[in-house]
């Protein structure tokens, strides 16, 4: 278990460009940040800004064209492909504006896949207290096609909590939500993070959302600045 405000992810300098055409777009500027165990921040930001590209480059999901990234004190160039979707499954959970459930399984059969990704023994148990603990022990049975869009963001917040990750990264969690559900995901998100020592990085427009964070970035055409 890491030491309180230890630092378990730390992103030096990340680069990015896309090529359109003949154009060479610049989608992110050397963005440097830390997160510190048990700790939240936010990225804060209009459309288009770089903000889901700098939470796909901290979570490897795409690479940066240069600087360094850090898991927990390991380069994480230097962690061999086949491994990286299991490391990156044991250390970070994921929530996405699109909840991206699998419409095959039932609530339940959703939230223990993250276990099987990452080559865990799936527990069913966390599970089901995961499931209960975001207010849906009467769906867990239930196909997303079911589900409001809140009751699919639950059950995508417990599918990221399985594996007892230490960093949480949520981009626009409560994007596709109304008002009313988006407040009660929010909530729910902040909690569980908390009772489960897990660190959050919160990817939002929304200014009130990004005020509940320990620290605030703001992210303009590209560039990371320290609110």
Known sequence: MNEKNSIILKAEKLAKSFHSGSACVNVLHDASLCVRAGRSLSIRGESGCGKTTLLN??????SADSGQLFWQGREVDKIRSSRLARERGRFMGMV????????ELDSLGNVLLAARVAGIKPDRARAESLLERVGLKERMSASPLTLSGGERQRVAVARALMNK??????DEPTGNLDEKSGSVVMDMLMA????EGASLVLVTHNRAF???TGEQFV???G???AE
């Open 223 to 225: 560039h990371l600045f």
């Open 96 to 103: 996405f504006q699109a909840y991206y459930l699998v419409p």
């Open 210 to 212: 990004a005020a509940r």
């Open 57 to 62: 480059l901290l979570s490897r999901i795409e």
């Open 165 to 170: 990750p230490q960093l949480m990264l949520a």
């Open 192 to 195: 569980v993070c908390a009772e």
């Open 219 to 221: 992210m303009h055409d």
